[in-house]
């Protein structure tokens, strides 16, 4: 951890190792280490506001869908996703939270197959190759 630590405010952490400690996170948080269990209850309370005011301001009514995406919460791991579907639920939003696993770039690009009248398919293509591109989704 202390090299983790050293690295990342050193400048010595590529994007790869940096990817590395998010699931390093949450593996010490699902066996109880006590500061990494805060730091994934504060980003799941960071986040379940950030939802809050948005649901607020755009009066969203119940059902209404709710795209959880990034590297992290793609990552889907019950250590913060339960403790944000909790607080969600506590704040009376009925909202249809759903983890976003596809890169952030595919809604263009479907778009941009529809604008060309691409042929029929080419959606799931696309799909395909993205996932099986290995590429983390950021």
Known sequence: AAEAVKAVHLGG????YLRQLTPMLFACAAVGDPVSLRLV?????EIALLVELAARRISAPDGTPLALGGSILAADHPVLMEPLRARLAARGLGLDARVVTDAPVLGA???ALDRAGAAPGAHARLRRALRD???PPR
Do not use: I, N
């Not at 952490?13 to 790869?16: M, S």
């Open 109 to 111: 690009v479907l778009d």
């Open 133 to 135: 591109s290995g590429e």
């Open 41 to 45: 209850e504060r980003q799941a309370e």
């Open 13 to 16: 952490a590529g994007a790869r």
